[in-house]
């Protein structure tokens, strides 16, 4: 039986129209229909639907699409010089693989995806939280080949085409007006290099090096001329932006890639033209900023760093958070894969993991994974001892210091959040409890020094040293960690480091 609707709205069905000798060529598995238009999703509205009653309306079921089975994990192969980063923890902009099919967009809030139809795209928005965001998607005769999205809404670019200029559009997923979106034109001749969104602005770099700035509801709020050029990609979090541009070329030909940070809305700079932390024969994999507000890069090594201390001018320095081929998942040698970044939110690395030599996430919806952030400061033991005791004691010592580094790391980047902004009494217990952290790694720390012998009492007093409750209960603990193993020389001292600091004395170790 076959069926089919007429422009004209009427339906014609026939039943054995197929010729019995054909016959066996239909007799295949029932594969569901490649691409269903739904009229409903291309209303502008994406506000959450009001409860009746106390009760949630049913929603529409999801409609299948063959091509998640058709794509399967095949992406956009060959050479990586053609990946654009632009990500501001909104999303990337990615080749199109043999189906016509492109991520635009990818993130902790949805994906954004499209689908070449000839004449036009089929843009496709999707969202993790269905409770909260309501999916859509839309025709798109512009041709959009970027798109960033986050809570407030979705940002959309396409290149200059057929003698038009290139256009920015933007789509709030939830307004109280009848119709909030907005689309502008940029000057002929220039084209849009990366594009970024955050709460409360929108930034277009160009082919020009200009910076555009927008305010969410599409008025022109400032316009500038990057200082290092060619522009490379964009970032972007509350009323900070993060640029990047090649910097001077140097003589053998190379050049770094420097960046750039400013306070849009008080007009300050951060960082001016300082220089990207990339190893050498390493490229930026991507540019974005942690749900914290700090500045992360992902390198083609696999490392994952974040800027300390860059709301102080001069001040700034990339630290690893955490080097991927390090992995314990990778120790055996069997596995090949790659991680492809997506966000750093409460203190994890979320990526997709890449099988083999995928150099793109596969379609429709990759599965996101999580990594605890690991600063790498010691070589594993390759061939550990498994049953032996003193071993296993043994690493305790590295586990440890790794634990103090990063936990003091995190401490510091929410002391300079916190003093930037109006701390609220739940960030100050956060910060509280983190510094608490850090002493209880300082506490483990010494328990293994002194485990280790009387020799090792210089280093566990400077452990205490490094502690920082001004209570005195961890130097206090700390005591009755010395006198426990019968350190009586380093108990006597541990006192006299807390009588100091009672008395508000310098301590000099």
């Given at each position: 039986?076959?069926?089919?609707?007429?422009?004209?709205?009427?339906?014609?069905?026939?039943?054995?129209?197929?010729?019995?000798?054909?016959?066996?060529?239909?007799?295949?598995?029932?594969?569901?229909?490649?691409?269903?238009?739904?009229?409903?999703?291309?209303?502008?509205?994406?506000?959450?639907?009001?409860?009746?009653?106390?009760?949630?309306?049913?929603?529409?079921?999801?409609?299948?699409?063959?091509?998640?089975?058709?794509?399967?994990?095949?992406?956009?192969?060959?050479?990586?010089?053609?990946?654009?980063?632009?990500?501001?923890?909104?999303?990337?902009?990615?080749?199109?693989?043999?189906?016509?099919?492109?991520?635009?967009?990818?993130?902790?809030?949805?994906?954004?995806?499209?689908?070449?139809?000839?004449?036009?795209?089929?843009?496709?928005?999707?969202?993790?939280?269905?409770?909260?965001?309501?999916?859509?998607?839309?025709?798109?005769?512009?041709?959009?080949?970027?798109?960033?999205?986050?809570?407030?809404?979705?940002?959309?670019?396409?290149?200059?085409?057929?003698?038009?200029?290139?256009?920015?559009?933007?789509?709030?997923?939830?307004?109280?007006?009848?119709?909030?979106?907005?689309?502008?034109?940029?000057?002929?001749?220039?084209?849009?290099?990366?594009?970024?969104?955050?709460?409360?602005?929108?930034?277009?770099?160009?082919?020009?090096?200009?910076?555009?700035?927008?305010?969410?509801?599409?008025?022109?709020?400032?316009?500038?001329?990057?200082?290092?050029?060619?522009?490379?990609?964009?970032?972007?979090w509350r009323d900070y932006v993060l640029t990047m541009g090649n910097g001077p070329v140097?003589?053998?030909?190379?050049?770094?890639l420097l960046y750039t940070i400013e306070n849009v809305r008080r007009d300050e700079v951060?960082?001016?033209?300082?220089?990207?932390?990339?190893?050498?024969?390493?490229?930026?994999?991507?540019?974005?900023?942690?749900?914290?507000?700090?500045?992360?890069?992902?390198?083609?090594?696999?490392?994952?760093?974040?800027?300390?201390?860059?709301?102080?001018?001069?001040?700034?320095?990339?630290?690893?958070?955490?080097?991927?081929?390090?992995?314990?998942?990778?120790?055996?040698?069997?596995?090949?894969?790659?991680?492809?970044?997506?966000?750093?939110?409460?203190?994890?690395?979320?990526?997709?993991?890449?099988?083999?030599?995928?150099?793109?996430?596969?379609?429709?919806?990759?599965?996101?994974?999580?990594?605890?952030?690991?600063?790498?400061?010691?070589?594993?033991?390759?061939?550990?001892?498994?049953?032996?005791?003193?071993?296993?004691?043994?690493?305790?010592?590295?586990?440890?210091?790794?634990?103090?580094?990063?936990?003091?790391?995190?401490?510091?980047?929410?002391?300079?959040l916190l003093s930037s902004t109006t701390a609220t009494h739940a960030q100050r217990a956060?910060?509280?409890?983190?510094?608490?952290?850090?002493?209880?790694?300082?506490?483990?720390?010494?328990?293994?020094?002194?485990?280790?012998?009387?020799?090792?009492?210089?280093?566990?007093?400077?452990?205490?040293?490094?502690?920082?409750?001004?209570?005195?209960?961890?130097?206090?603990?700390?005591?009755?960690?010395?006198?426990?193993?019968?350190?009586?020389?380093?108990?006597?001292?541990?006192?006299?480091?807390?009588?100091?600091?009672?008395?508000?004395?310098?301590?000099?170790?």
């Amino acid at each position: 039986m076959t069926s089919f609707t007429t422009s004209d709205g009427e339906v014609y069905i026939y039943a054995d129209f197929m010729p019995k000798e054909f016959a066996p060529l239909l007799e295949k598995s029932l594969q569901p229909a490649p691409f269903i238009h739904d009229p409903l999703a291309e209303t502008t509205g994406n506000a959450r639907r009001p409860v009746t009653n106390g009760f949630k309306p049913l929603g529409r079921a999801e409609t299948p699409d063959s091509l998640d089975e058709i794509l399967g994990s095949e992406g956009e192969g060959g050479d990586e010089d053609d990946f654009v980063v632009d990500d501001d923890g909104a999303g990337y902009a990615l080749g199109l693989n043999g189906y016509g099919k492109r991520s635009n967009g990818l993130n902790l809030t949805g994906f954004v995806w499209t689908v070449d139809q000839d004449t036009h795209h089929t843009v496709t928005v999707k969202f993790y939280d269905r409770e909260y965001h309501r999916d859509f998607h839309f025709t798109d005769p512009y041709l959009y080949d970027k798109a960033c999205l986050n809570d407030n809404g979705t940002l959309f670019s396409c290149p200059p085409a057929n003698g038009n200029p290139a256009i920015i559009f933007y789509r709030p997923h939830e307004t109280w007006t009848a119709r909030a979106d907005w689309r502008t034109k940029l000057p002929r001749g220039e084209d849009v290099t990366s594009i970024a969104l955050s709460d409360s602005y929108i930034f277009v770099t160009t082919s020009t090096n200009y910076v555009r700035v927008y305010t969410l509801y599409g008025t022109p709020f400032r316009v500038y001329r990057q200082k290092s050029s060619p522009t490379v990609t964009c970032a972007a979090w509350r009323d900070y932006v993060l640029t990047m541009g090649n910097g001077p070329v140097s003589p053998d030909g190379s050049t770094k890639l420097l960046y750039t940070i400013e306070n849009v809305r008080r007009d300050e700079v951060c960082q001016s033209e300082d220089i990207v932390a990339l190893a050498d024969g390493t490229d930026l994999k991507s540019a974005f900023f942690s749900d914290a507000g700090d500045p992360c890069i992902y390198d083609s090594e696999g490392v994952l760093l974040v800027l300390q201390h860059w709301r102080t001018p001069g001040q700034a320095r990339w630290v690893p958070l955490l080097d991927t081929k390090r992995l314990e998942r990778l120790a055996s040698g069997r596995k090949e894969e790659s991680y492809w970044p997506v966000a750093v939110a409460q203190d994890k690395f979320h990526c997709i993991i890449l099988k083999g030599g995928d150099q793109y996430p596969y379609f429709p919806r990759p599965l996101l994974s999580e990594f605890d952030f690991k600063i790498p400061l010691t070589s594993p033991d390759p061939n550990p001892a498994a049953d032996d005791a003193e071993n296993l004691l043994s690493t305790d010592g590295p586990r440890l210091e790794e634990a103090f580094v990063r936990s003091s790391l995190t401490v510091s980047l929410l002391e300079d959040l916190l003093s930037s902004t109006t701390a609220t009494h739940a960030q100050r217990a956060e910060l509280a409890r983190r510094e608490i952290g850090v002493d209880k790694v300082l506490l483990q720390l010494l328990n293994v020094e002194c485990r280790e012998g009387e020799e090792r009492g210089m280093k566990a007093l400077e452990l205490v040293g490094l502690m920082r409750d001004k209570s005195g209960k961890m130097v206090e603990a700390a005591g009755k960690v010395a006198g426990r193993y019968g350190r009586g020389v380093l108990e006597e001292k541990i006192r006299e480091v807390a009588e100091r600091r009672m008395m508000g004395e310098e301590e000099d170790f």
